[in-house]
């Protein structure tokens, strides 16, 4: 059973920054794909970002030039960079990352707000 702790979240105002962390209690350069989601109250979770290799990423439109995926294997963590944070930015974020099965984190909630 592979653990993933997230953290980073908050309170924020409209075009600040935050840095989501997901630590894993396993090594992650053994993971197949690792990534972002997020679900805004009334709505569906949806990718916000993934990295399906170290060179190769995918955003979500709503993020592209904002948010960056990025990983640490000495340290088993997996970040996501959020600049110019808008109030539509506003959900919990979800890590996920896939081994033989995928595993999520339990959330951290993002609130982007004045």
């Known amino acids: 059973q592979v653990q993933l702790v997230e953290s980073g979240g908050g309170l924020v105002e409209p075009g600040g920054s935050l840095r989501l962390s997901c630590s894993a209690s396993s090594d992650i350069a053994r993971a197949r794909t690792m990534g972002w989601y997020r679900q805004a109250p009334g709505k569906q979770r949806e990718l916000v970002a993934r990295?399906?290799?170290?060179?190769?990423?995918d955003y979500a439109d709503s993020v592209k030039g904002r948010f960056t995926i990025s990983r640490d294997n000495a340290k088993n963590t997996v970040y996501l960079q959020m600049n110019s944070l808008k109030p539509e930015d506003t959900a919990v974020y979800y890590c996920n990352i896939g081994y033989a099965y995928d595993y999520w984190g339990q959330g951290t909630q993002v609130t982007v707000s004045s």
């Open positions: 990295m399906i290799s170290s060179s190769i990423t």
